[in-house]
């Protein structure tokens, strides 16, 4: 699996063959505080680069899940509909959202790396 | 215009707050160990809030001062006992509500407990409602610390004596550190609990002698669920000037007394409203499965015509499920009554609900 790239919507993305695993930053739940309700894209459907793909909600509001790439929704994680607490405990990980069945890959060249992540999530983050 | 700061500001800070703006005030939403962590130790253990934003309004006068307040609020204050509290509202003429409001009989007349964002024009109103000749200060110099939840009077009474010995809705002055502080025994969470009304310079670190015996910060997200759950409105969000205390379905607040001889603002109104009833009513919503109903979400019957809003709607952390309140025309007010809930143009199942969703399970005898 590629390592991971970073959107400016707090989305990360992994590459593995031609299919991209979806989630949300550590940043991006810190800002959120606690997640306790997260709705998916549906199985088998098309997502548009920049287009909405889901939406987490907190005991405070409501925010839009982004894609950060183009793709057919070929799996999503149930898990954390069930549990949405598991995003906060481990967002980069067990916590992925969806995986999508990627048209193009230099979709991704946009995407920052870790490291202009984290500067630029530093950046943002008041 | 820069926002207030209350008295525990930098305690806020030290224990990580997100401070937000809220009603003038630079006020903290949660801190570091967030709003899920901060509600379940309220309903579980005890919880601090600071709530020095609210107004602290001192009206002084004789034994006349009573029966001019009934002329204006529609609480029964001739035959308040001292340190009596009682819930109430401040009405336009069309029993819109202006604020709600604890009112508390002292022995120098009578103490409001105001909403932060009503307070100022509370203050007015009353000045021109009232006789000049009874004496009306808004504090600046005093903050309010509540205190709630299971063992919020075992802490306390580890710092000032007697105080579990106050009633619910009573209030009493006490000693501490050679001081009288005034306490009542109250609060907005659905737990046992207290708010404790003390000069600002003294506030921080009597807070901090509550977080040293076990009692930790809330903020106000966590007091948005808390209150959520035991069904208590929010002003500005579940009533506000359009709405009468009786579409508010807070008629208990109003005795069977007053709604009998009236002589109050609002009056005509709420015996109009009482008599001939109204066409929407304040109901709990329970959402089926996790979806949440924020406020101005529209409320539809099962044949699809719109039959309210939601007013307020969060997840409850302690009942485990969504958990919302709204206006609902009064035909479809009746608990479980199905309804549907728009929420991002797709439309969820859920029912009119009893109110409140947590109500609190006291074990009697039971003490260690």
Redesign the interface.
């Known amino acids: 699996m590629s390592e991971a790239k970073y959107s400016k919507e707090h989305e990360w993305i992994k590459l593995d063959g031609d299919i991209a695993t979806i989630g949300i930053t550590q940043h991006a739940t810190e800002m959120l505080?606690?997640i306790?309700?997260v709705?998916l894209p549906e199985l088998g459907s098309n997502v548009e680069k920049n287009g909405n793909a889901g939406?987490v909600?907190?005991?405070?509001?409501?925010s839009d899940v982004y894609t950060p790439i183009s793709g057919e929704v070929v799996e999503n994680n149930q898990s954390i509909?069930d549990d949405?607490?598991k995003i906060?405990t481990d967002p980069e990980n067990e916590a992925w959202f969806f995986k999508l069945r990627v048209k193009d890959k230099t979709e991704l060249d946009s995407l920052m790396n870790k490291e202009e992540y984290n500067k630029f999530a530093k950046e943002n983050s008041n | 215009m820069d926002n207030k700061k209350t008295a525990l500001n930098s305690l806020h800070k030290k224990y990580g707050a997100k401070l937000v703006s809220f009603a003038g005030y630079e006020m903290p939403?949660?801190y570091s160990t967030?709003?899920?962590e901060e509600?379940k130790s309220t309903r579980e253990n005890a919880g601090i809030f600071d709530v020095s934003h609210m107004g602290q309004l001192f009206i002084k006068g004789d034994d006349t001062l009573a029966k001019n307040l009934e002329r204006i609020f529609p609480a029964e204050l001739s035959n308040a006992k001292l340190n009596q509290s009682k819930y109430s509202f401040l009405m336009n003429e069309e029993a819109g509500i202006y604020d709600d409001l604890i009112i508390t009989k002292v022995e120098s007349g009578f103490n409001i407990v105001l909403n932060a964002a009503c307070k100022d024009s509370d203050f007015k109103l009353l000045s021109k409602l009232l006789d000049s000749k009874y004496e009306m200060i808004l504090s600046e110099e005093l903050s309010l610390i509540a205190i709630q939840g299971p063992k919020a009077a075992k802490i306390l009474e580890k710092i000032i004596n007697g105080v579990s010995d106050l009633k619910f809705m009573n209030g009493g002055t006490f000693n501490y550190l050679n001081e009288n502080i005034y306490i009542t025994r109250s609060g907005y969470t659905g737990e046992d609990g207290f708010e404790i009304s003390i000069k600002n310079d003294g506030a921080e670190a009597f807070v901090q002698k509550l977080i040293d015996e076990g009692a930790s910060l809330v903020g106000l997200?966590?007091r948005?669920?808390l209150r959520l759950e035991a069904g208590l409105c929010l002003y500005g969000h579940d009533m506000d000037i359009n709405k009468s205390p009786v579409e508010a379905n807070l008629k208990w607040a109003i005795s069977k007394n007053r709604i009998l001889n009236g002589g109050f603002i609002g009056f005509e109104k709420i015996k109009s409203q009482i008599e001939k009833g109204v066409s929407k009513v304040r109901v709990g919503i329970k959402p089926e499965g996790?979806?949440?109903a924020?406020e101005k979400t529209s409320i539809f019957n099962k044949d699809d015509k719109n039959i309210g809003e939601i007013t307020s709607g969060?997840?409850g952390?302690s009942v485990q499920a969504?958990v919302a309140m709204g206006y609902v025309e009064n035909l479809f007010s009746k608990i479980d009554t199905k309804v549907f809930l728009e929420v991002?143009g797709k439309k969820y199942p859920a029912s009119i609900s009893n109110l409140p969703f947590y109500k609190k399970s006291y074990v009697k005898g039971v003490s260690k």
């Open positions: 505080g606690d306790v309700f709705e939406v909600e907190s005991t405070k509001a409501a509909v949405p607490a906060n | 939403i949660q967030g709003i899920i509600h997200g966590a948005d669920t996790r979806i949440i924020r969060t997840f952390p969504p991002r």
